[in-house]
């Protein structure tokens, strides 16, 4: 989206009065933000115009929303957060800057970001607004000092990471999340492991219904094709067909079935093993696919953000046992 720039017109007649009046009626008004569907389309659109200088307004809305409530169900909003700081790196400073003051509790979501921003001195970009976060000081050490990872040295296993890497993908266009994302393609044949099953088969999904929507989607994922090993291109070269086909609802009932399959009768290696203990919240991702088939939103959280699992969903939309 381009700023119109207002022609500004001097006269030593205008009296400071009248030229403050027409300044105010000149400025553009941004439009509330009262819906999460507002700030989904913003996101969806984004790489088409990008307006990085919105990201603040932004993150104070998605914060008034809720949507940083339950840090599992925030990885797409991270994600992109931290992709738009990545990806303006002479903006990065002021971009934080202007996001404050912020609740303690949504500077959990700012201070993650921000080491998944991916800039190369994400660590001093952090420490420039310590002192404007003294609650988060034990988190901050974590990343300063400690074991705390990037979006980089995070292992694609779970839903929330691939929310992270699609909220990535949303705000730079880059090819290499979405490589990561279909890395794990390989798990959507996996026979003893629910999670893995699970994650590989909506990995599969997303990119599909995704790439159905987005040519440059697709053009990485051909271009994926002569990259990655054999047991990534099946499931890849289905992903291809399904997207250009626009038949992604095949992939969504295969997904359910092979792991309606696995939960019922467990694990290849162990069929009669009590297997069951072992599967996490994962799982319920099947409710998520289920509900953005049916563009089901009611439950006040994004099932899909154009088409990336949201951990959110495994919680509230979990089949009935």
Known sequence: MRVVLSVLVATLLLTPALAQDRSKRAAPTQPEITRSEQILKWINDYRQAPTPDKLPDMVRAMGNLGLFRELDSAGVYIGFIGGVIGANPERAERLVARMFPMPPE?????????????????????????????????????????????????????????????????????????????????????????????IGSMSKWT????????KDLLDILHDEMNR??????????????????????????EAVAAVEELKARGPESSRNFAWWGQVGQTTFALGCVAAAATGQVQFGIPCVVGGAVSSAALKYLAPAP
């Open 106 to 198: 949504d500077q959990v979501v700012l201070i993650r970001a921000i080491a998944y921003s991916g800039l190369p001195d994400w660590k001093g970009l952090l420490g420039l607004f310590v002192e404007r976060m003294p609650a988060r000081m034990v988190l901050i050490r974590k990343y300063l000092y400690g074991d705390g990872k990037t979006l980089a040295e995070l292992e694609p296993d779970d839903g929330y990471v691939i929310d992270l890497l699609w909220g990535n993908y949303f705000a730079t266009g880059n090819p290499e999340p979405v490589r990561r994302i279909v890395a794990t393609l390989a798990w959507s044949t996996d026979k003893n492991s629910v999670e893995k099953l699970t």
């Open 207 to 214: 990119l599909a219904t995704n790439a159905s929507r987005e």
């Open 228 to 253: 990655q090993p054999d047991d990534v291109r099946t499931p890849l070269r289905e992903v291809i067909e399904a997207a250009e086909t626009f038949e992604t609802g095949k992939i969504r009932k």
